[in-house]
């Protein structure tokens, strides 16, 4: 990395363009508007029409260590590049300079023609006095955000070494041969745009603070998880899976999302045995309220559960390791006072029938006792499919069911 070089004038560090880089990382957030639904699909088609710009021309650098040359897009080029495939799918790209309570800030707003819209913001380093500096960063800036946002490869640039207070010299514009050489794909299309969707849900889950933001992002994942599981064993897998754990921690607490991580991470019949004997054991009390005080949310939970439960199954569907017999089941009925009111019962799907019967015919606030108090014997039925099924009914039943006015 290049020594920091100071700007006699304002006496301020100028940036490397790995630090600069790095400054827009970590300054930066995504929003996007309440429904994608046709902003997404346009942007999918904009990008397979896309190819990463020529780089048009060269520099020579000098830095405190030596020199080096390289090759990068101007922003005409950048904009020239992607211009018409946004049009032709009724996009188009804005990049105002805003005030914010931090300072300026550059926003590069994609906006669909229904109205529908995703931006970046990116707050502008303080770089002094000094309007060159200033110009250079925002060009700087510009590039990087619109590159990142269709995921094109515009290489360094010179408004970076500006930045870093380098030494330039422009060599003569290098010559495009075959322009219209088509590309050669290196990744694929569900990638790209995977990438671009985990970006959003990474900043939704950045924002996650309450219960209804974490059932705003267990929504969110479950809708996009189709797309999302492309990513994983990237980076950007890597990146999601530690904000959505993070953000599941503060807005919904500490087993919600350890069952959720746990789940996600899962990959061998072992991963899901030990994710149900916690589901059944240290996480049950917490779970057993989340079900009675936010019922759609657990059942949000629970279907991101069974999904990734399904996954491992598949994964190892063709190579089946002989599993233990299970054990014999064996329950008896509880009501809500903790009396038991059943003979012992052998049947999973009996006794799931049999709870969902009382749970029927208890007063709505009686209701979480009743679950309490046969937590240990519903975990066991629900290894059962067939009872399972009977028991994500009755989720579904009650999480349907009108909840009181607060």
């Given amino acids: 990395m290049n020594e920091i070089v100071r700007d006699r004038e304002a006496d301020l560090p100028r940036m490397s363009p790995v630090d600069l880089r790095s400054y827009c990382d970590h300054n930066s957030k995504m929003r996007e508007s309440t429904d994608i639904s046709k902003i997404a699909p346009a942007l999918v088609r904009a990008q397979a029409m896309m190819e990463n710009p020529a780089r048009n021309r060269s520099v020579q650098v000098r830095t405190q260590a030596g020199s080096y040359q390289f090759r990068y897009a101007t922003l005409d080029k950048i904009t020239d590049l992607v211009r018409r495939a946004l049009a032709e799918n009724g996009l188009c790209v804005l990049q105002p300079i805003i005030s914010t309570e931090r300072g300026a800030a550059l926003v590069t707003r994609l906006l669909h023609e229904s109205g529908q819209w995703m931006e970046c913001e990116i707050l502008l380093p303080p770089l002094g006095s000094n309007p060159q500096a200033f110009g ?17 490869s515009a290489d360094e640039d010179d408004d970076a070494n500006r930045a870093a207070g380098n030494h330039y010299q422009d060599l003569p514009a290098r010559k495009e041969r075959n322009p219209r050489q088509p590309r050669e794909e290196a990744t694929d299309l569900g990638e790209v745009v995977g990438d671009a969707v985990a970006r959003t849900l990474v900043n939704r889950a950045r924002l996650a603070e309450g219960v209804e933001e974490g059932h705003a992002l267990l929504e969110a994942w479950l809708q996009r998880a189709t797309v999302l599981e492309k990513l ?43 994710l149900q004997q916690h589901w059944e054991g240290k996480w049950a009390g917490t779970l057993s309220a989340m079900q009675q005080e936010a019922p759609a949310t657990y059942a949000m939970l629970r279907r991101h559960v069974a999904a990734q439960i399904a996954r491992v199954r598949a994964m190892t569907a063709e190579e089946p390791a002989p599993a233990p017999a299970a ?12 009396e038991v009111v059943s003979n012992p019962i052998t049947d999973a799907v009996a006794f799931a029938e049999a709870y969902a019967e009382a749970w029927r015919g208890v007063e709505p606030d009686m209701r979480a006792k009743l679950a309490r108090n046969n937590v240990r014997a519903l975990g066991q039925a629900a290894k059962d499919a067939a009872a399972r099924a009977v028991l994500d009914r009755l989720s579904a039943a009650e999480a349907a069911e009108p909840q009181p006015a607060g």
């Fill in 136 to 152: 250079s960063a925002v060009t700087y800036m510009r590039r990087y955000s619109i590159s990142a946002m269709l995921n094109i």
């Fill in 232 to 274: 994983r064993g990237t980076k950007a897998w890597d990146s999601l899976e530690r904000e959505l754990g993070a953000g599941l921690k503060r807005s919904l607490g500490v087993e919600p999302a350890a069952a959720f991580i746990t789940a996600l991470r899962a990959s061998e019949p072992q991963h899901i045995a030990a």
């Fill in 327 to 338: 054990p014999a089941f064996r329950a008896q009925l509880k009501d809500a006072a903790g």
